[in-house]
């Protein structure tokens, strides 16, 4: 139930985009980006850019290709060679042109050219002591200084939810009803724990901090993952962490809050047009 924001990452690059772009004929020339590069091969006609194979040494080494010894690095030579030969084979064959196989290689040069662009971006950002403070003032208004028990019943329609408070209504017990109805079988009767509102989803938190210590919800709860009926069991004070306790994590939501802008921006300057295949929306 916890909400995550996450910004995806590449871990390695894929060797070899030149297919992406490759000409009809069987010789592949070299990327205008490696005209000035003297190659570190020519395979079949094809050159092998410096580059290419720097960047196989600092994916097979993690970063220290500058500590492999001649012999080492003799043998990416003959790897990136093979590699060169297998992709040749497969352009030979025409799998380069297969939807699929297109997708997966626009795909990681997509991908390549955004995380680059992006680390760019934030290389010239300045985080500065007010961007954070910033941040420190929203996350205390977001989370308070209180912590919330309670227990919950996840239910798959309305209707239920309706049933189940009517019941409730009627004198039930709450974890009766957990295990007649709920669909949710990680907590036992129902029972959360204690959690911060930033812990849950946003109507999930916002019912809770409407009901008083014994009360349950009047009406259920939607939230992505369903409908929830809410018993509020405790509350309690919590301890507000430092600003300094807390600064690496700020940095990285500053920084997140400046990739947000930076394709909201983007998106609102871009002429986007995207095809519905559903249904039309006749409202």
Known sequence: MKQVIQVCTIGILTLGLGA???????TVHMPLEFADQEPVATINGEPVPAALLDLFM???THGFSEQLNPVQRQNLMQETVEMTLLAQAAREQGIHRDPRTAAELLGHYQSTLARKFLQQHLANIEITETDIEGAYERRLAESGDIEYRAR???LD?????LEVIEKLN?????ADLVDEYSEDSVYEGGDIGWF???EMVDEFSAAVRQLEVGEYTDTPVQTPFGWHVILLEDTR?????ALDDLREDLVREVRHQHIRQLVDDLRAQADIQIKDD???DND
């Open 58 to 60: 600092d994916q097979r």
């Open 157 to 161: 329609s309305e209707a239920l939810g």
């Open 196 to 198: 911060g509102p930033e």
């Open 152 to 154: 919950h019943l996840l």
């Open 170 to 174: 009627e004198g039930a017990d709450f």
């Open 20 to 26: 992406c772009t490759a000409p009809e004929q069987d």
């Open 237 to 241: 004070g919590r301890e507000i962490p």
């Open 278 to 280: 559903g249904p039309a």
